[in-house]
T-cell receptor, first 112, second 114 residues
Framework: DAKTTQPPSMDCAEGRAANLPCNHSTISGNEYVYWYRQIHSQGPQYIIHGLKNNETNEMASLIITEDRKSSTLILPHATLRDTAVYYCIALNSGGSNYKLTFGKGTLLTVNP | SQTIHQWPATLVQPVGSPLSLECTVEGTSNPNLYWYRQAAGRGLQLLFYSVGIGQISSEVPQNLSASRPQDRQFILSSKKLLLSDSGFYLC?????????????FGPGTRLTVT
């Protein structure tokens, strides 16, 4: 699985868009980009994933660059409840491995 | 909609005592089920996963075991707890129709072994 790099922390004002970057320059063609978050003392929460097209769901949008070397998770209107550690992971879609592993992620703090 | 339950939420157990953590999923059939552990200051560690009743795969050899007696029930057990078993235990499920790593986690059980 490709290594991902994220800034350790970011701040965002409540009601504004939060744009969380992720670099995955060594990603291979069959690796998907997944985003999870973990609010303090809670279980991780799946947000979104994508391969090469931009994706949107009720939680967020995922923008993947054309060369797939980086991506951005966008929370369009951040709320205080979005304060969490956000994890970007690049994972191979094949094989028998189901194991999720998180790196250090980005601590997003949404300020009032 | 689907819901995942874990209990208890917190647990304090002495070294050498047994353990039983239960996880149940509602609103789906034949899910893949997972037990993870997240130790303080460390990452997520997959302990067991199951693709069906009675089918358990172990990722890390240790004094823990898992069982899946019913389609939507997953149990994590130990006969004798060690201090190193302390941590945040998370159960997760995945629909067989969903992407491989689209997993949904329960609220977790925080275990302290004293």
């Amino acid at each position: 699985d490709a290594k991902t790099t994220q800034p350790p922390s970011m701040d965002c004002a409540e009601g504004r868009a939060a744009n969380l970057p992720c670099n995955h320059s060594t990603i291979s063609g069959n690796e998907y980009v997944y985003w999870y978050r973990q609010i303090h003392s809670q279980g991780p929460q799946y947000i979104i994933h994508g391969l090469k097209n931009n994706e949107t769901n009720e939680m967020a949008s995922l923008i993947i660059t054309e060369d797939r070397k980086s991506s951005t998770l966008i929370l369009p209107h951040a709320t205080l409840r979005d304060t969490a550690v956000y994890y970007c992971i690049a994972l191979n879609s094949g094989g028998s491995n189901y194991k999720l592993t998180f790196g250090k992620g980005t601590l997003l703090t949404v300020n009032p | 909609s689907q819901t995942i339950h874990q209990w208890p939420a917190t647990l304090v157990q002495p070294v050498g005592s047994p353990l039983s953590l239960e996880c149940t999923v509602e609103g789906t059939s034949n899910p893949n089920l997972y037990w993870y552990r997240q130790a303080a200051g460390r990452g997520l560690q997959l302990l067991f996963y199951s693709v069906g009743i009675g089918q358990i795969s172990s990722e890390v050899p240790q004094n823990l075991s898992a069982s899946r007696p019913q389609d939507r029930q997953f149990i994590l057990s130990s006969k004798k707890l060690l201090l190193s078993d302390s941590g945040f235990y998370l159960c997760a499920w995945r629909s067989i129709l969903a992407a491989r790593y689209e997993q949904y986690f329960g609220p977790g059980t925080r275990l302290t072994v004293t």
